[in-house]
C-alpha cells in the first residue's frame, strides 16, 4: 500500500550538511510512523531516526543526537532528515522506513520486522 522514495545523498566533506527526504505514496487506511535507518559497509542495518506520524514527536539514535533532526510535512507525506557535523562514520546507506508500530519502540526492533522500505539512498562523508 506504500511505496517510499529517498534523495538527497551525495558526498561530502565532515563537518557538512546534507538534507535526505522521503517521499511516500500509495493508499493507506492507516497511520504509519517513519523514520531512517542506516547500514555502513559491512555492517548491520541501524536504527538512525524515527517520527511520531500524528504528533511529530521524534526519536533520535544516540550516535546522531544533536547533529540530525528528523521531520515531516504531512501534506505531502515526506519525512525528512536534517543531517549537520557530518561524520566519516555516519557514512552508509540510508533507507526509509514505514510501519505501523511507535516510532518511539524503534529503536529496538530488527530493522527486519518494519513493514515497507524504501531502496536508499546513498551518504559518503571523507575525513
Known amino acids: 500500500q506504500v511505496q517510499l522514495v529517498e534523495s538527497g545523498g551525495g558526498l561530502v566533506q565532515a563537518g557538512d550538511s546534507l538534507r535526505l527526504s522521503c517521499a511516500a505514496s500509495g493508499r493507506t487506511f492507516t497511520s504509519y510512523d517513519m523514520g531512517w535507518f542506516r547500514q555502513a559497509p559491512g555492517k548491520e542495518r541501524e536504527f538512525v531516526a524515527a517520527?511520531?506520524?500524528?504528533?511529530?514527536?521524534?526519536y533520535y539514535a544516540d550516535s546522531v543526537k544533536g547533529r540530525f533532526t528528523i521531520s515531516r510535512d504531512n501534506a505531502k507525506n515526506t519525512v525528512y532528515l536534517q543531517m549537520n557535523s557530518l561524520k566519516p562514520e555516519d557514512t552508509a546507506v540510508y533507507y526509509c522506513a514505514a510501519d505501523l508500530g511507535y516510532a518511539s519502540a524503534w529503536y529496538s526492533l530488527s530493522p527486519g520486522t518494519l513493514e515497507y522500505w524504501g531502496k536508499g539512498t546513498l551518504v559518503t562523508v571523507s575525513s
Open positions: 517520527i511520531r506520524w500524528s504528533s511529530g514527536s521524534p
